[in-house]
């Protein structure tokens, strides 16, 4: 791409931040949800409907309308196709879009500061972002929960069953439940058990698996992942995208994953991979890991290379299988010798 080409593309993603943002103002508080049930709204009743203000209703109502989110006829308002792809229970939608459409910005405002400063004040950075951040569980399990069904588990055999046993998994960093509720809900012979230290996330997580009707057979714990214990041992470990925020605590988390992998448990990481050459970081693929790992330092993270998640895997007794997905998404398979 020529550097004109490279200013036209910028300038239509400015154009475009205006729709994801809108599109965020619509899920965040309903609008686009009730528009959806309710074919009649007009913006007194949109308005009494999610608890929001008319005034500001009926100027959210005249930008989305400018950005084709929805339609208005007379005093009635609807959802386009457009807005319909944003409502977060859609297929492919595009809600993580919005959410990253406000994320960013915060962060990078944050991040701003810190160039100067030096801060890293760690994941409780994410809960300066009130409006956003009880999102963000649903903006990752509508970016990945497709991924994991049609390119992760076809290449995973340790989830199958073993005869008449079930087969016990623990999921450390379980955010609000999805991986857990993916694999229970596919497969009846498992029970499951996922900690987090985020408290709302587990209550979301919990009131996710009732809603699946799935409590039979999974439970969620607040509980930090370094210090769990558990009153027995699983046949699979997983770690979805935790690893690098606890990699600062590797030597303590394989002494958490030698008392919970069982005698056979298999340890299953599925992490962003940090290329090994900085050329790398242009190709289409792989740019966004650039802004993400100067977000993650901000947390106090980093984002890790597939030679280094597979050489403390190994070191710290495992044998290791790296299984690329694609050029950034890899799977780590790693079994007792």
Known sequence: MDMNQKIESLKEAMESMD?????????SNGLLQTLKANDDSTVDSLADSTGTQPDYIDRWADAAYANELIDIDGDT???????????????DSLTPMAIQSLLSPLMANEVDAFLTSGDQPGEELLERFDRVTPWFGTMLEQKFAPLFRNEVLPRLDCFAADGSKPRRVLDLGAGNGWYLRELVGRFEHIQAVGVDSMAPAIETARQKTREAGLQQRLEFQVADIIDFEADTTFDVVVMNRTLHHVWSQRADLASTLDRTMGPDGQLVIWEPAWPQQREALRTPRRRGLGMRNLMEHAMGNSLLSPARVANWMEESGLTVEVRHIDPVETIFVGRRF
């Open 77 to 91: 308002l609807s959802l386009t196709s457009l807005g319909e792809a944003f409502l977060p229970d859609s297929d």
């Open 19 to 27: 729709t994801l943002l809108l599109a965020f103002m619509g899920i």
